[in-house]
Nanobody, 116 residues
Framework: QVQLVESGGGLVQPGGSLRLSCAASGRIFSGYTMGWYRQAPGKQRELVASITSGGNTNYANSVKDRFTISRDNAKNTVYLQMNSLKPEDTAVYYC??????????WGQGTQVTVSS
């Protein structure tokens, strides 16, 4: 079992930055693919970014060159640095952990609101 706790969400003006953190506890973290998903009101949950145990990253086209995912295996933590935020980035952001059996674990979510 893996427990995930997100933090770092909040209200930011367009063009601003936020850094989300996801602390994992439980079973081995380093072997998991970690990801950030988001869900806006009335929309489906979508992948924002992911990072494998080897450090390979993948981003949604809408956030490329603005968001950066990283992980610190020593701290069992994954981060999402979000720059140049836009109103359309407003959503609940969820941390995800996926093991080699493709079993998914989810955090409780953190709200990000981009508004002036």
């Amino acid at each position: 079992q893996v427990q995930l706790v997100e933090s770092g969400g909040g209200l930011v003006q367009p063009g601003g930055s936020l850094r989300l953190s996801c602390a994992a506890s439980g079973r081995i973290f380093s072997g998991y693919t970690m990801g950030w998903y988001r869900q806006a009101p009335g929309k489906q949950r979508e992948l924002v970014a992911s990072i494998t145990s080897g450090g390979n990253t993948n981003y949604a086209n809408s956030v490329k060159d603005r968001f950066t995912i990283s992980r610190d295996n020593a701290k069992n933590t994954v981060y999402l640095q979000m720059n140049s935020l836009k109103p359309e980035d407003t959503a609940v952001y969820y941390c995800n952990a996926k093991n080699i059996l493709s079993i998914n674990y989810w955090g409780q979510g953190t709200q990000v609101t981009v508004s002036s």
